[in-house]
T-cell receptor, first 114, second 116 residues
Framework: ETGVTQTPRHLVMGMTNKKSLKCEQHLGHNAMYWYKQSAKKPLELMFVYNFKEQTENNSVPSRFSPECPNSSHLFLHLHTLQPEDSALYLC?????????????FGSGTRLTVV | AQSVTQLDSHVSVSEGTPVLLRCNYSSSYSPSLFWYVQHPNKGLQLLLKYTSAATLVKGINGFEAEFKKSETSFHLTKPSAHMSDAAEYFCVVRPGGGGGADGLTFGKGTHLIIQP
């Protein structure tokens, strides 16, 4: 385990469902990130939170809604997704936003939209 | 703006032979550079990082990388490959000035295959 825990590990949902992904870290980090990893594509940054405040929304469709209630927890709420949203969703954290010392990643949630 | 080029999408080596994964970068400022590894259906694990200290960086699992500013390269090497090294490897750059939403630019990845 890296210290960043993501649940669930796998999720299958229909296009009309609503679900949430959860990310938790107890590393004392102040920045948290959501990334999308699709096959044959580089990692795509989705959202950045620094000290619980959203500092970046990288042109992500509104069917993805992040929530950061505190510095240790990050959620990604999903609704009316499309099949092309199927991907591995990775959460990461760092001491502060853009830390030069690297990020700690979770194991990801493998999402399949049917 | 910064960029990262991983020169090989796939590398295949025999077990026990050396590994070389190539990475070139461009950055306006003195960068921080990272190598991450991703095993199937897992998240990314930090292998090693360069943050303007020693140019030869040693990481976990016997990997090391050398920062060569004149060649703008940060190639990853290991003297002897093990079957457990089979994975996807990502080179990542962060410019010294920060920059960007989270400051990181990821390469497209190199898939390392280990032949028995």
């Amino acid at each position: 385990e890296t210290g960043v825990t993501q649940t669930p590990r796998h999720l299958v949902m229909g296009m009309t469902n609503k679900k949430s992904l959860k990310c938790e870290q107890h590393l004392g980090h102040n920045a948290m990130y959501w990334y999308k990893q699709s096959a044959k594509k580089p990692l795509e940054l989705m959202f950045v939170y620094n000290f619980k405040e959203q500092t970046e929304n990288n042109s992500v469709p509104s069917r993805f809604s992040p929530e950061c209630p505190n510095s240790s927890h990050l959620f990604l709420h999903l609704h009316t997704l499309q099949p092309e949203d199927s991907a591995l969703y990775l959460c990461a954290s760092s001491q502060e936003q853009g830390s030069p010392y690297g990020y700690t990643f979770g194991s990801g949630t493998r999402l399949t939209v049917v | 703006a910064q960029s990262v080029t991983q020169l090989d999408s796939h590398v295949s080596v025999s077990e026990g032979t050396p590994v070389l994964l190539r990475c070139n970068y461009s950055s306006s400022y003195s960068p921080s550079l990272f190598w991450y590894v991703q095993h199937p259906n897992k998240g990314l694990q930090l292998l090693l990082k360069y943050t303007s200290a020693a140019t030869l960086v040693k990481g976990i699992n016997g990997f090391e990388a050398e920062f060569k500013k004149s060649e703008t390269s940060f190639h990853l090497t290991k003297p002897s490959a093990h079957m457990s090294d089979a994975a996807e490897y990502f080179c990542v750059v962060r410019p010294g000035g920060g920059g960007g939403a989270d400051g990181l630019t990821f390469g497209k990845g190199t898939h390392l295959i280990i032949q028995p």
